[in-house]
């Protein structure tokens, strides 16, 4: 009897730091994409967990993060991360425009792996 006690005792300890933990990473992940070059916006910025995509999904910087130079992607953690530094308003060159670089990228792989989300509010939530 002891022993079940003692065992349920630790499941409800590790549940409840299990549950702190995860409350605190997604606290700290979540990055607001709030960029100026939208002055009037018609939707509330979107979220985007950065953490949750590199560490618990394992995906690569260079699937997002990119400096092309003669055709490759050249960037590394010292380079730009700002994605409006190069994606504006217009289109330049071949870069796309803002909106369609950040839709393009976000639910491009969403669609293509079948997770995340792809609908307007899931990404860019209603303010409280
Ligand atoms: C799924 C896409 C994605 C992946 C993968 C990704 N990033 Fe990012 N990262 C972004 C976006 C989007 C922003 C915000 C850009 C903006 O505000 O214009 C950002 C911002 C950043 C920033 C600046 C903000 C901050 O948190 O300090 C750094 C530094 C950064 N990323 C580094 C990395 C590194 C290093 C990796 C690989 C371990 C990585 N990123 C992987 C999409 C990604
Ligand atoms: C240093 C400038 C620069 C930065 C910063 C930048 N881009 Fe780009 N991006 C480009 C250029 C240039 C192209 C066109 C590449 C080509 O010739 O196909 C491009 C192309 C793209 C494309 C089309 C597909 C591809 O990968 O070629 C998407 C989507 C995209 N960028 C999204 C983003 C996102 C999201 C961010 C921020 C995480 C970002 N870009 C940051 C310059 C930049
Ligand atoms: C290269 C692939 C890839 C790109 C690019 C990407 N995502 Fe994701 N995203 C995922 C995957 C995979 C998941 C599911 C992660 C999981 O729960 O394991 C996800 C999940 C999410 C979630 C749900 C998080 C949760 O709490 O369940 C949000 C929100 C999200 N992505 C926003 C974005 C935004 C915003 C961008 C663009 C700035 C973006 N993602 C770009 C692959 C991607
Ligand atoms: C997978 C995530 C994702 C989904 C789904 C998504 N967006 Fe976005 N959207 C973004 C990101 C990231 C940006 C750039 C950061 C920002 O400004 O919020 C953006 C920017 C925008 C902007 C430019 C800024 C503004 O408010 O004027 C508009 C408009 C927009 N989205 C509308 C929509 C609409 C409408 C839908 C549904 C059809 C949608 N988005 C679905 C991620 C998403």
Not at 34 to 47: G, K, N, T
Not at 66 to 93: A, F, M, R
Request: glycine letters at 6%; proline letters at 4%.
């Amino acid at each position: 009897m002891k022993k079940n006690k003692t065992v349920l005792y630790i499941a409800i300890v590790g549940l409840a730091a299990l549950f702190i933990l995860g409350v605190a990473y997604a606290q700290d992940d979540i990055i607001s994409l709030e960029h100026d070059i939208f002055v009037e916006r018609e939707r509330p910025a979107a979220l985007f967990p950065h953490a949750l995509h590199t560490d618990k999904a394992e995906i690569d910087c260079l699937e997002c993060h990119h400096i092309y130079k003669d055709g490759e992607n050249v960037w590394d953690d010292s380079e730009e991360t700002v994605c409006t530094t190069c994606h504006t308003l217009e289109t330049h060159d071949k870069k796309l425009p803002a909106m369609r670089a950040f839709h393009a990228n976000c639910k491009g792989c969403h669609t293509k792996e079948g997770k995340g989300p792809l609908t307007c509010g899931e990404c860019h939530p209603r303010e409280k």
